[in-house]
């Protein structure tokens, strides 16, 4: 699993043709991984974007994951889903998606990365580590957080929180397996320039 350029999606005030739009520019031009990330929608609502979502990033091969919701990752046959500390327990969610989805947690301590780690996580989002204007409540974790959490754990772990272009060397000769972007890709003028330029200089950062 190539987590290396990590699209968490957001909707903003974008229609649906415009959302779809902005993830199939990002796919073609090279994120590795999608994840919808919907907060305030019915289940109906949520398993209809994914379907929709799911048609173009098998276009391009690219995995998707789903946010919190395990029956709607199971119901359109999504890579896997992510939780978070108000989710379901680790362990549970293994149980329920079984050995072969991918399952991503949310981990902002040394102790919570450990746990979910030895639950079965296959990888974990740690920040917020920039300040970010999304829906989800976010709770600032610093750089030396982020490099304990990576020497304790022997998954991969995927920086989030505020990532934009300029702030990619803040991650130079840290061993991150990459970093989740949202607005700076969902919201931006030209998204395969962006996408372009983003794997660019990661190439730099993470070489």
């Known amino acids: 699993m190539n987590y290396q350029l990590y699209l968490v999606t957001n909707r903003y005030n974008d229609s649906d043709t415009e959302f779809l739009k902005h993830i199939e520019q990002a796919c073609g031009a090279g994120v590795t991984l999608v994840q919808l990330r919907e907060k305030d929608v019915s289940t109906g609502r949520y398993y209809d974007l994914a379907q929709q979502v799911k ?17 709607v990752c199971q119901a359109v046959d999504a890579a896997g889903v992510h939780i978070g500390d108000a989710d379901l327990p680790v362990a549970v969610a293994r149980k329920l998606l079984g050995p072969d989805k991918i399952l991503g947690v949310s981990a902002k301590s040394v102790a919570r990365a450990e746990a979910a780690a030895a639950a079965g996580a296959d990888y974990l989002g740690v920040g917020a580590i920039y300040p970010t204007q999304t829906k989800v409540v976010t709770h600032r974790t610093s750089i030396d957080t982020l490099k304990a959490i990576i020497t304790a754990v022997n998954i991969p772990v995927v920086a989030i929180g505020g990532i934009k272009e300029h702030r990619l060397n803040t991650f130079t000769d840290i061993p991150i397996a ?4 949202v607005s700076e890709i969902m919201q931006a003028p030209n998204v395969i320039t962006k996408v372009h330029q983003l794997r660019e200089t990661l190439k730099g950062v993470m070489a």
């Open 178 to 181: 990459g970093v989740a972007v």
């Open 55 to 71: 048609t173009v990033t098998d276009r391009y091969h690219v995995p998707l994951i789903i946010d919190d919701r395990i029956d």
